[in-house]
């Protein structure tokens, strides 16, 4: 199985920017989309973004758009979630995932098969 561990979580003022990094073990972790997901207190886990294996691809949510950027350093075996313009709706646990499989929609948390403990955010007034 793949061990995924999420940093750079935190506090941050409305407007500020964090860089969330998630750590993979595998080895085969070039061969793997990514994706990351957020999940706020009472509501249900939601996609953010998403990475293709290579890098040559980002999908990011609607409400992420212009504000959140992927990336991911394949030679780190790591992914990252740039976050600018926080909003106070943006405060939630942040998990990073593992998507081995191509079929189906990106967006959707069946599609990835490993997931990582979360890193709070928290976007103040």
């Known amino acids: 199985q793949v061990h995924l561990e999420e940093s750079g979580g935190g506090l941050v003022q409305s407007g500020g920017s964090l860089r969330l990094s998630c750590a993979a073990s595998?080895?085969?972790?070039?061969?793997?989309?990514m994706g990351w997901f957020r999940q706020a207190p009472g509501k249900e886990r939601e996609f953010v973004a998403a990475i293709s294996r290579g890098g040559s691809s980002t999908f990011h949510a609607d409400s992420v758009k212009g504000r959140f950027a992927i990336s991911r350093d394949n030679a780190k075996n790591t992914v990252y979630l740039q976050m600018n313009s926080l909003k106070p709706e943006d405060t939630a646990v942040y998990y990073c995932?593992?998507?081995?499989?191509?079929?189906?929609?990106?967006?959707?948390?069946?599609?990835?098969?490993?997931w990582g403990q979360g890193t709070q955010v928290t976007v103040s007034s």
């Open positions: 995932a593992v998507r081995r499989s191509g079929s189906g929609s990106y967006r959707l948390e069946p599609q990835y098969d490993y």
């Open positions: 595998a080895r085969t972790f070039s061969t793997y989309a």
